[in-house]
């Protein structure tokens, strides 16, 4: 049984362009929390997604945005890349908005 | 505030010893608490969770620890062992709905 997997495993753009990450949740759940991890800190909470709808949101501008498939994957968009969105990037599946949450091992983006 | 921080930032401890990492938040109204493993290169881990209806939660070789008078939370984790080294991460949840709050973490490295 395959847990959380995000692709791709790193990334490198330069400011302002536009990255598009993605998650597959571990079987049986339905929904998806991502994460940003800058560099010596925890984990900050992006957002999450439950059917198919955002549910719940972080403090982080419009720039970024999500998207959650018919099959639970999602995905994470970051437009107008700036120097401080490099980060390791997490995500997380559960079942039900309120259960536990299984990250996967992320994907680490680096803005020039 | 929305925040939930650790005292050590490293921690080292010999093979074979008890190691405890300690943690403050500073939410009243969170009802759960988490800690998290984070090997190198990998995602958070699920270690051990208590809810603020208990004081004191065992695992195997760890224990949760939880002072809601002063709003203090310790993980203690027994016959340290190599693979124990990693960054340990305090995380609530409750007032602010599904998301976790990650504190900043700390590292455990242990001497063989």
């Known amino acids: 049984d395959a847990g959380v997997t995000q692709s791709p495993t790193h990334l490198i753009k330069t400011r302002g362009q536009q990255v598009t990450l993605r998650c597959s949740p571990k079987?049986?759940?339905?929904?998806v929390s991502w994460y940003q991890q800058a560099l010596g800190q925890g984990p900050q909470f992006i957002f999450q997604y439950y059917e198919e709808e955002e549910r719940q949101r972080g403090n982080f501008p419009d720039r970024f945005s999500g998207h959650q498939f018919p099959n639970y994957s999602s995905e994470l968009n970051v437009n107008a890349l700036l120097l401080g969105d490099s980060a390791l990037y997490l995500c997380a599946s559960s079942i039900g908005t309120s259960g536990e949450q299984f990250f996967g091992p992320g994907t680490r983006l680096t803005v020039l | 505030g929305e925040s939930v921080g650790l005292h050590l930032p490293t921690l080292s401890v010999q093979e074979g010893d008890n190691s405890i990492i300690n943690c403050a938040y500073s939410?009243?109204?969170?009802?759960?608490f988490i800690w998290y493993k984070q090997e190198s290169g990998k995602g958070p881990q699920f270690i051990i969770d208590?809810?603020?209806?208990?004081d004191k939660r065992q695992g195997q070789r760890v224990t949760v620890l939880l002072n809601k008078t002063v709003k203090h939370l310790s993980l203690q984790i027994a016959a340290t062992q190599p693979g124990d080294s990693a960054v340990y991460f305090c995380?609530?949840?409750?007032?602010?709905?599904?998301?976790?709050?990650f504190g900043a973490g700390t590292i455990l490295r242990v001497k063989s």
């Open positions: 079987s049986g759940h339905d929904t």
């Open positions: 208590i809810r603020s209806n208990m």
């Open positions: 939410n009243s109204a969170s009802d759960y």
């Open positions: 995380a609530e949840k409750g007032e602010y709905g599904n998301k976790l709050v």
